[in-house]
């Protein structure tokens, strides 16, 4: 496809389970940006890879947040031990380059919930 | 908690102009950008502005920024049914990553 795209769209889980959430940017950007949503909250920032390494990853909440992007195109975040506080709307964006000219595009979200 | 903040809801009739503020606090911000939500779908890219300068307008969509008060507004001429949805304003200043504002969520009346 022309967008972004992430898969699965829903995904509901039980706490302290193993959830993996995926991201295929735009072709042949090679910027990529996660971010998360909580209901009634704007987007907030958890990481950004540029190529296949995490150039900023100040944004993951803890220890059990982790992506990764091993080839430079798709990117997967995987969240270990889930909690009900991970529930919310997670957000892939993708850009030619980075920085802050190029546009971000944004995927329609995977929204996680665990009970 | 957010540096970027926003009314939570704006309601209009189908016609009138609409306006969204926001005030951010970084003095440092290179651009701000307005982003569209609608349920079920992505976030739209409306417009941006560049941090030297203090109006942008794009067909129906005008954006003036207020350096000096750290403010930020979107006005929406002749505002249509199909403009409801939430908006959020959004700044970058480091790096690469969007700070986003809460949203407001404009309700258009017919």
């Known amino acids: 496809g022309a967008g972004v795209s992430q898969t699965p769209s829903n995904k509901v889980t039980e706490k302290g389970k193993y959830v993996e959430l995926r991201c295929d940017p735009i072709s042949g950007h090679t910027a990529l940006y996660w971010y998360r949503q909580s209901l009634g909250q704007g987007p907030e920032f958890l990481i950004y890879?540029?190529?296949?390494?995490?150039?900023?990853d100040s944004g993951l909440p803890n220890d059990r947040f982790f992506a990764v992007r091993p080839e430079g195109s798709v990117s997967t975040l995987k969240i270990q031990r889930t909690e009900r506080g991970d529930s919310a709307v997670y957000l892939c964006?993708?850009?030619?380059?980075?920085?802050?000219?190029?546009?971000?595009?944004f995927g329609p979200g995977t929204r996680l919930t665990v009970l | 908690g957010e540096d970027v903040e926003q009314s939570l809801f704006l309601s209009v009739r189908e016609g009138d102009s609409s306006v969204i503020n926001c005030t951010y606090t970084?003095?440092?911000?290179?651009?701000l950008y307005w982003y569209k939500q609608e349920p079920g779908a992505g976030l739209q890219l409306l417009t941006y502005i560049f941090s030297n300068m203090d109006m942008k307008q794009d067909q129906r969509l005008t954006v003036l920024l207020n350096k000096k008060d750290k403010h930020l507004s979107l006005r929406i001429a002749d505002t249509q049914t199909g403009d409801s949805a939430i908006y959020f304003c959004?700044?970058?200043?480091?790096?690469?990553?969007?700070?986003f504002g809460g949203g407001t969520r404009l309700m258009v009346k017919p």
């Open positions: 964006a993708s850009s030619f380059t980075g920085g802050w000219d190029n546009e971000q595009f």
């Open positions: 959004a700044e970058i200043f480091a790096g690469n990553m969007l700070t």
């Open positions: 890879f540029q190529g296949t390494g995490a150039a900023d």
């Open positions: 970084d003095s440092s911000s290179t651009y």
